[in-house]
Nanobody, 121 residues
Framework: QVQLVESGGGLVQAGGSLRLSCAAS????????MGWYRQAPGQQREWVAV???????NYANSVRGRFTVSRDNAKNTVYLDMNSLKPEDTAVYYC???????????????WGQGTQVTVSS
């Protein structure tokens, strides 16, 4: 079993910064891509950012230039540095990881429990 535990959410004023962390643990053989999604109240979950096992990154247009995704493979952890935050960034943020639990097993996507980010105007 694989668990993803997120931390770092909270309340911040517009223009401020936050750093989210997401640590994967459990029976892990390898991790491919890791990333972040978010879900605002009454809206569908939307993709935010992704980082490959080779550290290639991509971002949603709404966050490009303000958010940075990174990872520490030794710690099986992915980060999301959020700068110049806006009230419209308010959402529950979810991390995910594409994990192989053994060399012969298929890749499975696991999700964190979500962490609340609230940006006040």
């Amino acid at each position: 079993q694989v668990q993803l535990v997120e931390s770092g959410g909270g309340l911040v004023q517009a223009g401020g910064s936050l750093r989210l962390s997401c640590a994967a643990s459990g029976s892990i053989f390898s991790i491919n891509a890791m990333g972040w999604y978010r879900q605002a109240p009454g809206q569908q979950r939307e993709w935010v950012a992704v980082i490959s096992s080779g550290d290639s990154t991509n971002y949603a247009n709404s966050v490009r230039g303000r958010f940075t995704v990174s990872r520490d493979n030794a710690k099986n952890t992915v980060y999301l540095d959020m700068n110049s935050l806006k009230p419209e960034d308010t959402a529950v943020y979810y991390c995910n990881a594409d994990v192989r639990v053994a060399s012969t097993r298929p890749i499975t996507r696991y999700w964190g429990q979500g962490t609340q980010v609230t940006v006040s105007s």
